[in-house]
């Protein structure tokens, strides 16, 4: 057996085994390239042997049954991993949030008299957390849920392509190897169709996918809850206004109906292209063509929201200079605050940021994820 012929059992073996669960696949996968090597002495080639044994994903049925999965060996580990970055996200997002929410609501000066008015305070925001905690995690959980049952329903496979002639469902009334009619044509699977096993280089970095989907998670939740606490938010004790908890919002909340929705589209983009990549886990076409498409939404949005909408508080430097002292080095900001300036800044960053994260999929996947293609 020759270095091609190993490269072709090895996809093989690869494409079945990634249909099984995780403590099966070591066992199959020794199990199986000896039952290819036997077969190859038999029929006199690798190519023939792979031939014979068909399609492997209907193969992988062998080993898996044929239960019905509500979500099959296919999709589950993925499902874990999305299911439990979603739940940290929501559940810290929600949590921190109501909790802040609801003590600066809440809280104002001699408000705690006594040791039961203290438990009764906190109480009522503990409660009230936790609630929202909950009802937001259920959610996730059956949003998630469904998006996995409708990918296992239809059989989606985000990792590799498959050809217009053939699909598992056609496959599941014949016999492994044998041909089936799709659309009038005739089509039988054959090893050309076994894509390369990813190499290590063509691996996508998990962890910054999971980063960029905490942040999208937890920015979109206060942008939508309590924007107001984006911004400058301290204790004060004034002789006009008392003591209290005082906010000055860097956003301009008077107009906060046109400029949520755009920071929302923006950040929908990222993260549908951080979940692709969660579940992908490799460089390809798809993940390619995911990272321009959001990359352009985004770009499109933080010029909307920083050059069109009037995105920042007008009367932010005013109100910094009336309730900071000086001496927190505060007078000098909100003296020499530009916003036009401010918004150049922030606008060349986010453009430089996701020009160079796109840059860097294409070229990757340029050198890195394209043998899929170059082997069919």
């Known amino acids: 057996m020759d270095d ?159 050809n217009v002639v053939w699909t598992i469902d056609d496959l599941s009334k014949k016999e492994p190897g044998s041909k089936a009619n799709v659309t009038g044509m ?32 937890i920015f979109g939740a206060i942008l939508i809850f309590t924007p107001y606490i984006l911004g400058v938010v301290w204790f004060i004790e004034d002789d006009e206004i008392g003591k209290g908890v005082m906010t000055i919002p860097i956003f301009n909340l008077d107009k906060w109906n046109l400029i949520l929705p755009v920071f929302l589209i923006s950040l929908l983009a990222g993260l549908t292209d951080a979940i692709l990549r969660v579940i992908i886990g490799r460089y390809n076409l798809k993940v390619m063509v995911s990272s321009i498409v959001s990359g352009f939404i985004q770009i499109v949005c933080w010029i909307i929201a920083l050059k069109v909408l009037p995105i920042w508080n007008p009367n932010f430097g005013n109100e910094l200079r009336r309730f ?19 918004s150049n800044i922030i606008l060349v960053l986010a453009i430089f940021g996701l020009a160079v994260e796109m840059i860097v999929t294409v ?10 293609g170059k082997a069919r």
Do not use: N
Not at 37 to 45: F, I, N, Q, Y
Not at 188 to 217: C, H, N, Q, Y
Not at 324 to 342: C, K, L, N, Q, W
Not at 363 to 372: H, I, M, N, Q, S
């Open 324 to 342: 900071i002292d000086s001496e927190f080095g505060a007078m000098d900001f909100a003296t020499y605050f530009d916003p036009v300036r401010f």
């Open 363 to 372: 070229v990757r996947t340029l050198r890195y994820g394209l043998d899929e």
């Open 186 to 217: 005739s089509a039988e699977w054959t090893p050309d169709r076994l894509t390369p096993v990813p190499g290590k280089k063509a691996m996508l970095p998990r962890g910054d996918s999971i980063a960029d989907i905490v942040f999208s998670v």
């Open 4 to 162: 091609k012929d190993r490269e072709l059992m090895d996809r093989y073996v690869y494409q079945v085994v990634r249909r099984l669960p995780k403590d099966q696949r070591d066992d199959v996968s020794m199990e199986l390239k000896e039952l290819i090597g036997d077969m190859a002495e038999e029929k006199g080639s690798v190519r023939e042997a792979l031939v014979a044994l068909g399609d492997p994903a209907e193969f992988a049925k062998k080993y898996a049954g044929e239960s019905r999965y509500l979500i099959g060996p296919l999709y589950i580990d993925t499902y874990w991993k999305v299911l439990k970055i979603a739940l940290m996200c929501v559940l810290i997002a929600v949590f921190s949030i109501t909790l802040a929410q609801g003590i600066i609501e809440r809280y104002e000066p001699g408000l705690f008299t006594d040791l039961g008015s203290i438990i009764g305070f906190f109480t009522h925001i503990f409660s009230t957390t936790l609630s929202s905690t909950i009802s937001s995690a259920l959610g996730v959980f059956a949003t998630v849920t469904i998006v996995f049952m409708v990918m296992e329903h239809y059989k989606v496979d985000l990792d590799e392509g498959k």
